[in-house]
């Protein structure tokens, strides 16, 4: 490991203009590649307290032997520069694109006597129109199959093609007319490049004009009686418009437009782009990047946009750009964008209408990809068996965590505070063994104290199940009854979730305790984890620790994740542990804490608007949803309800008089809402809905 003092430029080298600076290894490897405003300014952040850096930054300058510059006139240089470098030396600590050159492209191969129309997948060749890209082949050749009724463009290869000419006969495609059959003479080359410029203008968005016409030569066609040539400009109509209907309109006013978002976590990220030509959804790609550099969403989009439009120039770079967040250097990005169209370029993030909507549409594109590319790993029962072996080696585990349970607390400014359980077996959620937790220790917000106590609880509820079946000592502590919410989620009823006994990763097999009584019913914490891990730093771990400390479980190993750098903490630690950010061992945990985030974020959102729409009618024993809706329904709302006598309410069907008065007691010790008020003209409204 190299100590960036080594290699620190002297104060007064390093210029203060715009430019692009490289870091070497000590084999002269190009490792990162960035760009500046000022050089000055932005090498010296590299070599401050390695304490301060972030923890790809400072794996980065530990890595480095030397740093050198290169300093250019403007920005917009800096910024062809940069793309330049990272092209040619791929360097590791840049961002990497996987799948960028991965999907196929309609193209017409304009640069030929004869142009072809064919699917197109790699880099772009100069005098070659593209369409796209698509997200199947397929998709391509029924846009294709449709259109060359009306457009009889070439389509076969070079060999075809001269064996056609040589024979003095077409293909099949000559036969049946959906080519036009250059290669035996029956169009000039002239005619058939004509042809392909209208394929072109076509796919291009310019629709109206060639339908009108079609249809007007219809109308004239059937006017002269000429019913055969009408009915074949009739079936044209409609195979055009079928093509069409492939790509839906998304803009009303005809625009061409690249829409760019994306989704990411702490190490990887999701982009997904839509390119909109003459309103339509021409095409559609995207792929995963590793984020080996310290880099937030709008330094995302900047690389897509270097990696989008790099090679580009023309009409390939369209008018406007639509981005999720600006990059830093957005003047000089738009510049680089309008010299490679060779006009105006628009770039900007939407902010209502059509194009704030399509911009959700790809940022759920982008979203969905990311969570498909997480699911994949975890699916793939190497990469699970690899993640297990790492968390062991790095937490200093004998053996690989096979359960897992994580703890996550939730609140609302101090109010509705509850905590989740969920639980991972063989790096595989089992959903059927979630558990929900309402906080009942104290009042207010204190994560630390809430997870003692979660802590408590789960593990107290489990030396009960041991002390029941013999396998712990009759003197061990007890708890009381169980706690309201202390049961399995309903999300988990009925779905089995992960596996019992059966193979561990590794191809080991390993026993797992009987999860049900005598009768048939499941038990609730009879089987003990391997790992406790907990959503948060230092403090969370001490406390759950110190939890299982007091009841003398000694057995279960306990760490923790903090969001901000994805550091695990284990107990009585100064330093976290920073697993590699390759790890498949960090993408378990991370995506443990995930699930015990997003499952205890539910329970506390429904506890809240449960919370919201209660009723003084909830607490009469007896009163069931039906009878509370009859009461509604026969006295209108809850402000009438309220006024009424206990005759009046026993007049309720299925009402008795010891239910009546209860409901009156009810309503009389519970305050009246506020009432409501109509803000446009501040009159006192009067409560004639009502619900319960």
């Not at 290169?70 to 360097?91: M, R």
């Not at 299925?654 to 409901?663: H, P, Q, W």
């Amino acid at each position: 490991m190299a100590d960036p003092s080594s290699y620190r430029p002297k104060p007064g080298q390093i210029p203060d203009s715009p430019g692009v600076y490289k870091f070497r290894d000590d084999h002269r490897r190009v490792i990162y590649v960035g760009k500046a405003k000022s050089l000055r300014q932005r090498i010296a952040n590299y070599f401050q307290d390695l304490a301060s850096l972030h923890p790809r930054t400072r794996s980065m300058v530990t890595t480095a032997a030397s740093v050198e510059w290169t300093v250019v006139s403007t920005e917009v240089e800096a910024l062809q520069l940069e793309y330049s470098w990272i092209k040619e030396f791929d360097p590791r600590f840049n961002v990497k694109y996987r799948d960028d050159k991965s999907y196929p492209s309609l193209a017409v191969t304009l640069n030929e006597k004869y142009p072809r129309v064919q699917v197109m997948r790699g880099a772009k060749k100069k005098g070659v129109r593209y369409f796209g890209p698509y997200g199947h082949a397929w998709a391509i050749r029924e846009t294709v199959d449709l259109m060359l009724r009306v457009f009889p463009v070439r389509t076969c290869s070079a060999g075809v093609f001269k064996n056609a000419e040589r024979t003095g006969r077409p293909c099949l495609l000559g036969y049946i007319g959906k080519c036009s059959a250059p290669c035996v003479g029956r169009v000039t080359p002239e005619e058939h490049r004509e042809l392909a410029e209208e394929f072109c203008d076509f796919m291009a968005g310019r629709t109206g004009t060639y339908l009108r016409r079609l249809e007007k030569q219809m109308a004239e066609a059937a006017d002269d009686m000429e019913y055969e040539k009408a009915a074949r400009l009739r079936d044209d109509i409609g195979a055009l418009r079928r093509a069409m209907e492939k790509n839906a309109v998304v803009l009303a006013d005809a625009t061409d437009a690249d829409l760019i978002a994306v989704a990411e976590d702490e190490l990887e990220a999701a982009v997904q782009i839509f390119h909109v030509r003459g309103g339509r959804v021409r095409g559609q790609r995207g792929w995963v990047t590793d984020k080996v550099e310290a880099v937030e969403t709008a330094g995302l989009v900047e690389h897509a946009l270097q990696q989008l439009y790099g090679e580009e120039s023309g009409d390939s770079v369209p008018k406007e750009v639509l981005v999720p967040a600006l990059p830093e250097d957005t003047d000089a990005v738009t510049q680089w964008l309008s010299d490679r169209r060779g006009s105006q370029v628009s770039l900007r993030i939407p902010q209502r209408g059509d194009k704030k909507d399509l911009m959700e549409t790809v940022g759920r594109n982008a979203q969905q990809a990311l969570v498909l590319h997480k699911t994949k790993r975890a699916s793939d029962l190497t990469t699970r068996s690899r993640a297990l072996e790492e968390i062991a080696e790095a937490l200093g585990l004998d053996s690989a965590p096979l359960r897992v349970e994580c703890f996550d607390i939730s609140h609302l400014q101090g109010d509705d505070v509850v905590a989740s359980m969920v639980v991972f077996e063989d790096g595989l959620a089992r959903k059927s063994e979630y558990r929900r937790f309402q906080i009942k220790g104290f009042e207010g917000q204190d994560d630390v104290r809430s997870m003692h106590e979660v802590i408590s609880r789960r593990f107290k509820r489990y030396l009960v199940e041991k002390t029941r079946t013999g396998e712990w000592p009759e003197e061990e502590p007890e708890e009381s009854e169980p706690s309201v919410g202390e049961g399995p989620a309903p999300e988990a009823n009925g779905s089995p979730g992960g596996r019992g006994n059966g193979s561990a990763p590794g191809g080991d097999t390993h026993e797992i305790l009987s999860r049900t009584d005598d009768d048939g019913r499941p038990k609730r914490f009879a089987y003990p984890p391997q790992l406790v891990v907990v959503d948060g730093g230092q403090p969370q771990v001490a406390a759950a620790k110190r939890a299982l400390d007091e009841l003398g479980i000694d057995d279960v190993a306990v760490c923790g994740l903090a969001k901000r750098l994805e550091e695990v903490w284990l107990p009585e630690d100064d330093d976290p542990v920073v697993l590699p950010r390759s790890s498949e061992g960090l993408y378990l945990l991370q995506r443990v804490r995930d699930e015990a985030h997003r499952f205890a974020i539910t329970y506390q959102r429904t506890k809240r608007a449960k919370r919201v729409r209660s009723s003084p009618l909830d607490d009469v024993p007896g009163l069931g949803e039906s009878r509370k809706q009859a009461l509604i329904k026969h006295f209108g709302s809850v402000k009438r309800l309220r006024g009424a006598t206990i005759d009046q309410i026993c007049e309720v069907p299925g009402l008795g008089r010891k239910t009546a008065e209860s409901i009156v007691v009810a309503l009389a010790n519970a305050a009246p809402a506020a009432p409501a008020v109509n803000t446009a003209t501040g009159e006192i409204m009067e409560d004639n809905g009502g619900s319960t």
